[in-house]
């Protein structure tokens, strides 16, 4: 089937986003560097990816699917070998860091919308569950192999990059014999909705996407990144290293990839149950930071990663039929755009502990996650999720 070649695109992707993560600790030993810098060599990955979603959407509206994704898939594979060659020169870190959101933003945006219409024939829903699952498996063997890689292999730094480059080349190969979705012959004018000129947001739409689509997007990445990057570095992990930190990625991110298809059982309910499971994940992790027992985080790490595939799936779906026709790839950039703007949540609870604890940013984080729940079950009930 064709949707699942460009699902593995998304797959291969995906999958050298988080390849850094648990390379961090290394890099924190070699360089000497702070919490915040860290945070902020994780976080500066949104600063190109917000950018690059909100062009490479619309423009693939225009363009057709692979003329933007295919050069995005390229340079994930030049992002890695920018890693690889960094070693302890934090400016190219950096540098690499930032193309990987360049990357990040082009193909999430264009390739979940080219799965989503290679996925019409297979109703409703169908698109969303498969672009959120292939990402979120990406996203949680990435960090499991570099992890291990990280741990127990030669050259901690540079053999996990590698690795990816070459799973990319199979993407590559793939993502050049796609069928291209987007009519390109079609009139700019034929109409309202079927015009890459449609408005982006419908007549009546605005409030459900400023209060409801943008809040679950920012759940997305703000639930995993904050079990992930935050609390290994404002906590000491129990026995501590690099394989640990990459299976506690792992973990949290599989257990997205895992509940993705169970929104066909819950429905409109699945943006409450993903935001539920990450208020119950944070209020966990507030207790692993106040007792430092284990249990605690065990318990966090997959209700986070739960909570936000979830949302991803829901997302997706709440995207796609909120989209005008021609509209697709530029509204899901604007979900993904939100969704991104959760990779900041490290970093303000980094700053937020050090003024105060590492606990109060996790608890508040549970407060405010709850409230989110409360806004959800209304607009539930009306079947507008």
Not at 205 to 217: E, M, N, R, S
Not at 274 to 290: Q, V, W
Not at 374 to 383: E, I
Request: glycine share 12%.
């Amino acid at each position: 089937m064709t949707w699942k070649r460009a699902a593995f695109v998304l797959f291969a992707v995906a999958a050298g986003t988080n390849v850094p993560t648990p390379l961090l600790l290394v890099y924190q030993e070699r360089l000497a560097l702070s919490p915040e810098v860290l945070t902020t060599l994780f976080g500066v990955y949104a600063a190109g990816l917000v950018p690059a979603l909100l062009v490479a959407g619309p423009l693939s509206d225009r363009l057709g699917r692979r003329r933007v994704a295919v050069p995005g898939v390229v340079l994930s594979a030049l992002a890695s070998l920018a890693f690889a060659a960094a070693g302890d020169a934090l400016a190219l870190l950096f540098l690499a860091r930032f193309a990987q959101g360049v990357v990040s933003g082009i193909v999430f945006s264009v390739g979940s919308a080219w799965v989503g219409e290679l996925s019409l024939a297979s109703g409703a829903g169908a698109g969303g569950r498969r672009a959120a699952f292939a990402m979120t498996a990406g996203f949680s063997l990435g960090p499991l192999t570099s992890g291990l890689l990280g741990q127990y292999a030669p050259a901690p730094t540079v053999l996990p990059y590698l690795v990816h480059v070459a799973l990319v080349g199979v993407a590559l190969v793939l993502a050049v014999r796609l069928p291209e979705t987007v009519d390109l012959t079609r009139p700019l004018a034929a109409g309202a909705d079927a015009s890459p000129g449609a408005p982006l947001i419908r007549p009546g739409d605005g409030l459900l996407v400023l209060t409801v689509l943008a809040p679950v997007a920012v759940c997305v990445y703000a639930f995993p990144s904050s079990i992930i990057s935050a609390v290994p570095l404002l906590v000491d992990l129990p026995y501590g290293g690099v394989a640990v930190t990459g299976l506690l990625a792992g973990v949290t991110l599989g257990a997205g990839t895992l509940v993705a298809g169970l929104q066909r059982r819950f429905l409109a309910w699945t943006a409450v149950v993903g935001a539920g499971l990450g208020a119950l994940g944070f209020a966990a992790a507030a207790l692993f930071a106040t007792t430092e027992a284990v249990g605690w985080l065990v318990l966090a790490a997959p209700l986070l990663g739960a909570g936000g595939g979830l949302c991803l799936a829901a997302g997706l779906t709440l995207t796609a039929r909120l989209a005008a026709p021609a509209r697709l790839g530029a509204l899901n950039s604007l979900f993904l755009a939100c969704a991104y703007l959760g990779f900041a949540a490290p970093f303000a609870m980094a700053v937020a502990a050090r003024a105060s604890s590492a606990p109060v940013p996790l608890a508040a984080a549970a407060v405010l996650t709850a409230s989110l729940v409360l806004r959800l079950v209304p607009v539930a009930r009306s079947g507008r999720l």
